[in-house]
């Protein structure tokens, strides 16, 4: 999706704001959101990909307006309503009025540190062999898919440079099909990719600049 | 739940009702959620714990200090960072695929994630609140120069810089140039020169 998320390259956002002091919360329902986030994770309703969907869908302006952790708490919310694991009656009362949903998975206090050290790696094992090489010239396709995408809008369209290649991993489009497990898993290659800034932005960039992403084989064309 | 309809011309206003309003929110959920068995609000206290007091910018510092001490790990983590910063028992949820960018006279490394927040955890702990503000997110891409003057950094122009956007689950750390003047130092002393923004590559040392 074209989604006002996708925000590399865009102007007018002003001078990047540093706090003096480096609160990791800046109020107590920040943490608690951060957590049950990542608590609820465990429920296996949906996964990571889902989960950035949510929040880079909804609606630009409620995006741009909202603080970090209110786009968390919204996606979540979002999540498991329409996964009917609550009902907006319930998230209005703060009180469960229908039955909880099965899950996979609840964490308890004891079983916190294993999960976080565990974390979910996407890396799968991959049979086809790589279609691109280091050092070879690509090009990001020009697309405009209507659901998920890692693919940013400002490389579309343009040639880099594989600069490695990180074996076989879940692509995010696919994972996104299917809204409930089992979910859509397609194993593809992963590269870096370079691009020069004058390739990206024009005949005015700073010739110093290059920019990588990471990209699913299936973003990319040869191009040399 | 339906979007709030704050008058957004007074800023202030619209982030103090904000804060009330959401500390309401979510303190809702956690308890329909903890009364659905979704959630234990014991678990949710230890992963509060865990980044607040366990996880973060000190753990990759140990990790620079080590490559910058010792060439053979240095090595190992520019060649599979995944590896040698696990055996330091740094693992897990948003660091399952580590890679480290060497920054050298002739290159700086910046790392950004322009469609959300992508961030080594285990190694960093959480973003902080500039890495995901629009205003970094959008120009770290196009003029980083400007950004890292807004960080008071200034690079020559002989150097180039490239910047890192996470796009897919591989996280990166950048290992800093090493101070001169700190060869005869313990790998602890050396880590606690190791700022959080040098590892993102918005600071140097």
Known sequence: MNGVHDMGGQQGFGPVLIEEAKPLFHADWESRAMAMTVAMGASGQWNIDLSRSARESLPPDIYLSSSYYEIWVRALEKLMLERHMVTAAELETGHMITPPVNVSKVLTRDSVDAALKAGSPTERPIDQPALFKVGQKVRALNMRPQGHTRLPRYVRGHVGTIVSLHGGHVMPDQHTLRALPPFQVRVEWLYTVVFEGPTLWGSDSDPTLEVTVDAWQSYLEAAD | ?205
């Not at chain 2, 959620?33 to 959630?39: A, D, H, P, S």
């Not at chain 2, 020559?156 to 290992?175: K, M």
Request: proline share 6%.
């Open chain 2, 1 to 205: 739940m339906s979007g709030h309809s704050h008058d957004h011309d007074h800023h202030h206003d619209h982030d103090h009702s904000t804060l009330s309003e959401m500390d309401v929110r979510v303190r809702a959920l956690e308890t329909l959620l903890t009364q659905k068995g979704y959630i234990d609000p014991a678990a949710i206290d230890r992963i509060i714990e865990t980044y607040e007091t366990e996880v973060g910018p000190h753990n990759g510092a140990q990790v620079v200090a080590k490559a910058w001490a010792e060439p053979d790990f240095k090595a190992w983590l520019l060649q599979d960072a995944t590896a040698a910063i696990a055996s330091l028992g740094f693992t897990g949820r948003q660091g399952e695929h580590m890679v480290a960018l060497e920054n050298t006279p002739e290159q700086h490394n910046m790392v950004v994630c322009t469609l959300c927040s992508c961030y080594p955890w285990p190694v960093l702990g959480l973003p902080p609140v500039w890495y995901k503000s629009a205003a970094y997110r959008s120009r770290a891409v196009i003029e980083p120069r400007k950004v890292l003057a807004d960080f008071g950094v200034s690079l020559p122009e002989s150097t180039r810089i490239r910047v890192w956007d996470s796009t897919a689950e591989v996280r990166y750390l950048v290992l800093p140039k090493r101070p001169p003047g700190t060869e005869h130092m313990s790998q602890t002393a050396l880590a606690a020169l190791v700022s959080r923004d040098a590892m993102i590559g918005t600071a140097l040392l």
